[in-house]
């Protein structure tokens, strides 16, 4: 099993950035690609970014690219999600998952989520 703890959510202004933050424990976090994932009022929940192994690769979605970094620290078993940017179309419950091996784009890919944290992002 893996447990995820997301922090860093609040409310900010569009323009402004935010870093969320991703605890894992239970296994070796390295062992693990990691993804983030958000989910709207009303709306299903969407990719945003994903981070290899051992940070060699990375994937965005279109609407983030540009604007937001994933990056992870496996010594800290910990994975960020650097938002720059904000806008208020980015208001959403962000979620970390894990999967084993490679990064994916599908949640349904993943093995383990951690319980969100809310983004709110004002015009």
């Known amino acids: 099993q893996v447990q995820l703890v997301e922090s860093g959510g609040g409310l900010v202004q569009a323009g402004d950035s935010l870093k969320l933050s991703c605890a894992a424990s239970g296994r070796t976090f390295s062992d693990y690609a990691m993804g983030w994932f958000r989910q709207a009022p009303g709306k299903e929940r969407e990719f945003v970014a994903a981070?290899?192994?051992?940070?060699?690769?990375?994937n965005y979605a279109d609407s983030v690219r540009g604007r937001f970094i994933i990056s992870r620290e496996n010594a800290k078993n910990t994975v960020y999600l650097q938002m720059n940017s904000l806008k208020p179309e980015d208001t959403a419950v962000y979620y970390c998952a894990a999967r084993p091996n490679g990064l994916a784009k599908s949640g349904n890919e993943y093995n383990y989520w951690g319980q969100g944290t809310q983004v709110t992002v004002s015009s």
């Open positions: 981070i290899s192994r051992f940070a060699l690769n990375r």
